[in-house]
């Protein structure tokens, strides 16, 4: 196996990655091989492994690069738009996130055909999915600790209530265990049990 020059091996990477998101997004991780993800970038597929311990590391990484980059978007349509009305924030966090899962196919493949959860990703891996979700609810803390501050919450901690909201969208999980006119009235039934509910009611 060849070594490869610092250049060479970040747009090498790039290449894996691209072909990655096409190959996972059609095939799913299981169906896709070592041999889809290295054919036509000019490197043998033994020297995938210089770059990625395993392709579901490689999935993982795309995960996460596809999270960062739509973590503004959500942002800007729910905790930004409505930021002094909580129960609204609310709403539209959770829709748009409901919505991004419905239409996007990496991340379709994690939370809903759950298929990397069939897969043995490395320690390190293990780690960063713990940190993936330790950090969605870190986005989202700031927004509540300022309602909070406000006064415009319930009498629990802002964390517990960050946590909460987060948690309403582990029932995407069970999505392909339910009827899918029956889960979309559960979830505006969550959703709006939470948002309703959060507010401090007035005296």
């Not at 996460?64 to 905790?79: R, T």
């Not at 930004?80 to 239409?103: G, Q, S, W």
């Not at 990703?121 to 986005?139: M, Q, T, Y």
Request: aromatic share 10%; proline share 2%; charged share 35%.
């Amino acid at each position: 196996m060849r070594s490869f020059t610092d250049g060479e091996r970040e747009v090498i990477k790039r290449k894996i990655i691209d072909r990655g998101k096409d190959c996972f997004a059609r095939y799913g991780i299981k169906k896709t091989g070592i041999e889809d993800l290295t054919e036509g970038l000019g490197i043998a597929k033994s020297s995938f492994y210089s770059f990625f311990n395993s392709k579901e590391d490689l999935f993982l990484q795309i995960f996460k690069e596809e999270k960062e980059a739509l973590k503004d978007s959500i942002l800007e349509n729910s905790f930004l738009k409505y930021r002094t009305e909580p129960d609204k924030a609310i709403r539209a966090y959770l829709r748009y996130v409901l919505d991004i899962v419905d239409n996007h196919p990496i991340w379709r493949k994690v939370l809903i055909e759950k298929e990397h959860h069939e897969l043995t990703i490395s320690r390190s891996s293990e780690e960063e999915l713990k940190n993936i979700r330790r950090d969605n609810v870190a986005i989202i803390l700031p927004f509540f600790e300022e309602w909070e501050e406000a006064g415009l919450l319930i009498d629990k901690p802002a964390r517990i209530l960050a946590e909460t909201t987060q948690a309403v969208l582990s029932l995407i999980h069970f999505r392909n265990e339910i009827e899918d006119d029956d889960f979309s009235e559960i979830m505006d039934i969550f959703i709006d049990l939470l948002a309703d509910n959060i507010l401090k009611k007035s005296e």
